[in-house]
């Protein structure tokens, strides 16, 4: 299976042209509820966080929870 490379920046962007195309083949088929959990897989739910996180950008994604839990999660990234 192909990796997908995302793009996602500070500030949220909208998809052109073959973006949008490659995009537009992730969205999972429908938006459901599977034991508490959105969609079916966590691949989708995965998938659709990408997708969101391209559209709206790091700076307002960081914006939901608390600092601290953000900052301890970059630093194990960084160990």
């Known amino acids: 299976m192909k990796r997908i490379k995302w ?6 962007h909208a998809w052109k042209g073959e973006a949008a195309k490659e995009r537009l083949k992730l969205i999972p088929e429908k938006i459901e509820m599977f034991q508490g959990k959105l969609f079916w897989s966590d ?33 194990e990234l960084e160990e």
């Open 7 to 12: 793009d996602i920046r500070h500030k949220g």
């Open 43 to 75: 691949k989708e739910r995965l998938n659709m966080l990408g997708l969101l996180l391209e559209n709206v950008g790091i700076d307002k994604a960081i914006r939901f929870g608390e600092p601290k839990m953000w900052r301890e999660a970059v630093a």
